[in-house]
């Protein structure tokens, strides 16, 4: 079965320093896969995706990630945070069943910043 | 261009009460999702529309919950009796059609209704 697991579901960063988040996938097909981040109170919102036309995906507000199938990975990096990216951050793989695709989210990552 | 709106946004109840959630989706999407998100957890899809016919609803607990989505637009989440272990934020999401398994149609969140069941 196809499956996201997320490593630290917390992360603190210093504002300005690098931000990596880090996710794994399970997948015995190409996987499509995808990070989304949610502000408290509010939905989630994406930030990219990997549909396999490259294995370097560059997202909303200075996220990128790479598809690494040798590790089996999807980091988020992104080179400075900001204190608006305080936020949960969660990573996800689509199951296309039936033609539908259908999202497996992981348990999600916070983000801390701090000043 | 108007985003997938929710209601009510909180809802406090006793237990074994039922209770219901709206969504609107946005305008033209013909796939509709139902998730819940326990605290701590990721969303974990309940229900899956295309237009108004289910697609997948193989995690939907049907002994106590229900959804319609009729005429193909708004749709209902019915919670009957409700349990301690339904606390949970109830989110919808729309998305296009998917008409290209490569394209990977992108889910548009709504705010979410924020459940207490005491």
């Known amino acids: 079965a196809q499956s996201v697991t997320q490593l630290g579901s917390h992360v603190s960063v210093s504002e300005g320093a690098l931000v990596l988040l880090r996710c794994n996938y399970s997948s015995s097909v190409p996987p499509y896969l995808f990070w989304y981040v949610q502000y408290p109170n509010q939905g989630l919102q994406l930030l990219l995706k990997y549909t396999s036309a490259a294995t370097l995906v560059k997202g909303i507000n200075g996220f990128e990630a790479e598809f690494k199938k040798s590790e089996t990975s999807f980091h988020l990096t992104k080179p400075s945070a900001h204190m608006s990216d305080a936020a949960e951050y969660f990573c996800a793989v689509s199951l296309m069943n039936t033609g539908f695709q259908k999202l497996v989210f992981g348990t999600g990552t916070r983000l801390l910043v701090s000043p | 261009e108007a985003g997938v709106a929710q209601s009510p946004r909180y809802k406090i109840i006793e237990k074994r009460q039922s209770v219901a959630f709206w969504c609107n989706p946005i305008?033209?999407?013909?796939?509709l999702y139902w998730y819940q998100q326990i605290l701590g957890q990721g969303p974990k899809l309940l229900i899956q529309?295309?237009?108004?016919?289910?697609?997948?609803d193989s995690q939907l607990p049907k002994d106590r919950f229900s959804a319609e989505r009729l005429k193909g637009v708004d749709s209902t989440l019915k919670i009957q009796p409700a349990k301690l272990e339904d606390s949970a934020v109830y989110l919808c999401?729309?998305?296009?059609?998917?008409?290209?398994?490569?394209?990977?149609?992108?889910?548009?969140f709504g705010p979410g209704t924020r459940l207490l069941v005491l």
């Open positions: 529309f295309q237009n108004n016919g289910v697609v997948d």
């Open positions: 305008s033209g999407h013909a796939t």
């Open positions: 999401a729309s998305s296009p059609k998917q008409q290209d398994t490569r394209k990977q149609e992108t889910q548009y």
